[in-house]
């Protein structure tokens, strides 16, 4: 044989936990801490959801510069759009904005019609294929117990990082704080009421969680 010079940058994207992987024997760990040199991660939508008026202010320019009709998306809509989990991640969301600038005649989409397209979202499954625990009509604290149940089995005989309280707040407070938005259509006073809090603290948890309420989106 005769030895090939290469000069060669290997890009590896993954969404599984390789780590959790090694511990399970499923994946070779000589070939992990050979391919994990500058490691990148990028969350799911779901836990940037205040990238979601940017990325469908981008779709729009995009589908416009495609031939597809010019339109606007109202508040309500993308306050819908935030509260939604993604379980596609940005394809999904490209997907939906696509449909909607295809299938919807008013210039400004409404939230109706987001809630129609996320209707037809196929329930989530779990990963033996049936139907996951809040598609089964489980309720919220049903559903979490499960969730969490799932979590911790996820790790084995080990544990969680520390500090799970706080990452499970920050991934349920976010999404309570915009569908609260959401239903009242912008109003902090109103949503402060619905939430049982006063507007200050209901600002302070805005600028805490870092979400952002939406006025509209263009695509100028």
């Not at 309720?139 to 520390?162: C, I």
């Not at 603290?201 to 600028?207: E, G, Q």
């Amino acid at each position: 044989t005769t030895p090939i010079k290469t000069n060669v940058r290997i890009i590896c994207a993954t969404h599984r936990d390789l780590r959790h992987l090694i511990n399970q024997g499923l994946f070779r760990e000589d070939l992990f801490y050979r391919l994990n040199v500058v490691p990148l991660r990028l969350p799911p939508l779901r836990e940037r959801t205040e990238d979601i008026p940017d990325l469908v202010r981008h779709f729009l320019i995009g589908a416009a510069k495609a031939g597809l009709p010019r339109k606007e998306i109202s508040p309500e809509a993308v306050n819908r759009l935030m509260t939604h989990r993604w379980p596609g991640n940005v394809r999904e969301l490209e997907n939906l904005v696509k449909r909607l600038l295809a299938m919807e005649v008013e210039e400004v989409i409404p939230l109706s019609a987001v809630e129609r397209e996320l209707a037809t979202v196929p329930l989530p499954q779990a990963a033996n294929g049936s139907v996951s625990a809040s598609a089964a009509g489980m309720s919220l604290p049903e559903f979490m117990e499960t969730h969490l149940a799932s979590y911790f089995v996820e790790f084995g005989q080990g544990l969680p990082p520390e500090g799970l309280y706080e990452r499970i707040l920050a991934d349920i407070e976010p999404a309570l704080l915009r569908a609260a938005l959401a239903a009242t259509h912008g109003n902090q006073l109103r949503a402060a009421d619905l939430l049982g809090i006063n507007r200050n603290t209901l600002r302070s948890k805005l600028r805490e969680r870092k979400v952002i309420p939406i006025r509209g989106v263009m695509a100028n």
